[in-house]
T-cell receptor, first 112, second 113 residues
Framework: DAGVIQSPRHEVTEMGQEVTLRCKPI?????LFWYRQTMMRGLELLIY????????DSGMPEDRFSAKMPNASFSTLKIQPSEPRDSAVYFC??????????FGPGTRLTVL | AQSVTQPDIHITVSEGASLELRCNYS??????LFWYVQSPGQGLQLLLK??????LVQGIKGFEAEFKRSQSSFNLRKPSVHWSDAAEYFC???????????FGQGTILTVHP
């Protein structure tokens, strides 16, 4: 299996621009998670889906952030408009039931 | 609510020395416990997990962890550390009743030659 796939791996954008991060979970996994990691705040859970339905978005910082999962093999995390404080590494992870959670390689976002 | 505490933010050991990283959890039922490792610039990789059964679990790269219910702990150990073990280590707790894992703040391991 190719594992969790994230794109792009690096994104540099200017403040105010829209940013879309993409994730392809492992086939057959019914949970998908979006995390953000920074030096100051560590690893934060932003939102997670079960069977493509958002279950808990309490970690989404504000309305500028939105996430979708239109089907079992694809999810997006969108930031509009982006701000410098959004600079972080964003991880996607997936798992099947309560079993092991597998992480993607991450997207390093820099907002200038 | 579930929570995880990793008391040590940063640990330094010499190559060849033994290692123990501490993890304490709070969970209302039988927990599922995990240790992940993150090398610089990389994603999180699973080292080992405990779901049930034998309380001493073996993982990859020579790591092991022991689940102690009475102490609410799941400490990670390695008898002899290698320079390549330098990384950040995360403990996490979850279970069948909750969809999400709760991660600790992480412990950064530095290995001196």
């Amino acid at each position: 299996d190719a594992g969790v796939i994230q794109s792009p791996r690096h994104e540099v954008t200017e403040m105010g621009q829209e940013v879309t991060l993409r994730c392809k979970p492992i086939s057959g996994h019914d949970y998908l998670f979006w995390y953000r990691q920074t030096m100051m705040r560590g690893l934060e859970l932003l939102i997670y889906f079960n069977n493509n339905v958002p279950i808990d978005d309490s970690g989404m910082p504000e309305d500028r952030f939105s996430a979708k999962m239109p089907n079992a093999s694809f999810s997006t995390l969108k930031i509009q408009p982006s701000e410098p404080r959004d600079s972080a590494v964003y991880f996607c992870a997936s798992r099947q039931g309560p079993d092991t959670q597998y992480f993607g390689p991450g997207t390093r976002l820099t907002v200038l | 609510a579930q929570s995880v505490t990793q008391p040590d933010i940063h640990i330094t050991v010499s190559e060849g020395a033994s290692l123990e990283l501490r993890c304490n959890y709070s969970y209302g039922a039988t927990p599922y416990l995990f240790w992940y490792v993150q090398s610089p610039g990389q994603g999180l990789q699973l080292l080992l997990k405990y779901f049930s059964g034998d309380t001493l679990v073996q993982g990859i790269k020579g790591f092991e962890a022991e689940f102690k219910r009475s102490q609410s702990s799941f400490n990670l150990r390695k008898p002899s550390v290698h320079w390549s073990d330098a990384a950040e280590y995360f403990c996490a707790v979850g279970g069948t009743s909750y969809g999400k894992l709760t991660f600790g703040q992480g412990t950064i391991l530095t290995v001196h030659p």
